[in-house]
């Protein structure tokens, strides 16, 4: 488990609610403009200690992904890109957390294809409501950008007048709202 300190939540786990979170992400296309696509089937767990510290998890269903266009969600199923059937979910562990202002910046190995690399978030915290009735929720904002290629995603589609029709820099979004579990 990884260590931070997080003193505006409760100790105890708080699980992601996926029907108020969504899991993004964007990449340039044909060096114009950008791809914006998402997860739709997801789940983690932030664990806050006594003492403070955290760690988080998270698992993604890489098959779950959705740009709105069947063809091209077909298409980054394959080995081109997740190789899904193979490598069915990406995950996050969290390695560390640190203060940035009031904000964090959570380290953390990413997997996905078989490939772990460490990553880091920069995390917005957005505060705790006391819910509507199921227990306190938290939110959290993050972003980080990674490199396709440093994940084996090393497809290349060359436009004939030179770039690539997909970027190499994939911006990662997390809007996650969190629930305290009895």
Do not use: C, Y
Not at 83 to 106: I, L, M, N
């Amino acid at each position: 488990m990884s260590t931070g300190t997080t003193n505006a939540l409760t100790a105890g786990t708080w699980a992601i609610d996926p029907a108020h979170s969504t899991l993004g992400f964007s990449v340039r296309h044909l060096m114009v403009s950008k791809v914006r696509g998402r997860f739709t089937d997801f789940s983690g767990k932030l664990v806050i200690g006594e003492d403070g510290s955290a760690s988080a998890e998270a698992e993604i269903r890489v098959d779950s992904v959705t740009t709105d266009n069947e063809q091209r969600d077909a298409h980054l199923r394959t080995a081109d890109f997740f190789q899904a059937e193979q490598f069915p979910v990406a995950t996050f562990k969290s390695t560390g957390f640190r203060v940035k202002g009031d904000d964090f910046v959570v380290d953390g190995e990413f997997s996905i294809r078989g490939v772990t690399k460490p990553v880091s978030l920069e995390v917005e915290f957005l505060g705790v409501n006391p819910g509507m009735g199921q227990g306190p929720v938290a939110g959290f904002e993050a972003k980080t950008v990674i490199n396709r290629r440093d994940f084996g995603i090393t497809i290349d589609m060359p436009l004939p007048d030179g770039g690539a029709v997909i970027g190499d820099k994939i911006t990662l979004t997390l809007e996650v709202e969190v629930g305290l579990q009895a």
